[in-house]
């Protein structure tokens, strides 16, 4: 089982949809949880970070950790085509020490249909 | 803030040759830097962690040898690919992160083809 699993995809919604992205992971060391938004052929861009269980809202994503069920979720609000991207999650813990080592999703392909 | 360069941003070379990537923190001191390669419509995978002054820790089934990492100052670190190899082509994101922080910015990436 990997420590992180998310649905590779590819989610089609059209323009204006509200966006559900998910996350599982099997370690209860991790604290630290982000959403990374990718483009195809460029790094990683940091789009939400999350400490502990809770709700994050930065304009329309609304980040969301549930430790007790060990998922998280990313919701985008609003869809626009330039979100078309791939999004990852990554966490981070008390991993062997490493607590800045982060662990990351499959990432989740999501293309928005304008 | 927080802006993560890396350069060159595509590299085409001979097999056999050695490849340097440079990544360096734009506006902020990083005291730990990580090298990632990805493979296309896979995730990213971490090679090393290197911290500034200190030898970088390598994950399982990188070789050491092949992948040189040195991270000379807080806002720059290298990776060489020695004696480059066709299945050596990837897609090389180095990221950085300040001292007590867990995030982790990256930056756009390195395309090498190895022909």
């Known amino acids: 089982q990997k420590e992180v699993e998310q649905d590779p995809g590819p989610l089609s919604v059209p323009e204006g949809a509200i966006v559900s992205l998910n996350c599982t992971y099997s370690?209860?060391?991790?604290?630290?949880f982000m959403w990374y938004r990718q483009y195809s052929r460029k790094g990683p861009e940091l789009l939400m970070y999350t400490y502990s269980s809770g709700n994050k809202e930065d304009g329309r994503f609304t980040a969301q950790v549930d430790k007790s069920s060990k998922y998280i979720s990313l919701f985008i609000r609003d869809s626009q085509p330039s979100d078309s991207a791939t999004y990852l999650c990554a966490m981070s813990g008390t991993l062997g020490g490493a607590t800045n080592k982060l662990i990351f999703g499959t990432g989740t392909l999501l293309a928005v249909q304008p | 803030g927080a802006v993560v360069s890396q350069h060159p941003s595509r590299v085409i070379c001979k097999s056999g040759t050695s490849v340097k990537i440079e990544c360096r923190s734009l506006?902020?001191?990083?005291?730990?830097m990580f090298w990632y390669r990805q493979f296309p419509k896979q995730s990213l995978m971490l090679m090393a962690t290197?911290?500034?002054?200190?030898?970088?820790?390598?994950e399982q089934g990188v070789e050491k040898d092949k992948f040189l990492i040195n991270h000379a100052s807080l806002t720059l670190s290298t990776l060489t690919v020695t004696s480059a190899h066709p299945e050596d082509s990837s897609f090389y994101i180095c990221?950085?992160?300040?001292?007590?922080?867990?995030?982790?910015?990256f930056g756009p990436g390195t395309r090498l083809l190895v022909l």
């Open positions: 506006d902020f001191q990083a005291t730990t």
């Open positions: 370690n209860s060391a991790f604290q630290y």
């Open positions: 990221s950085a992160s300040v001292s007590g922080g867990e995030t982790q910015y």
């Open positions: 290197s911290n500034e002054g200190s030898k970088a820790t390598y």
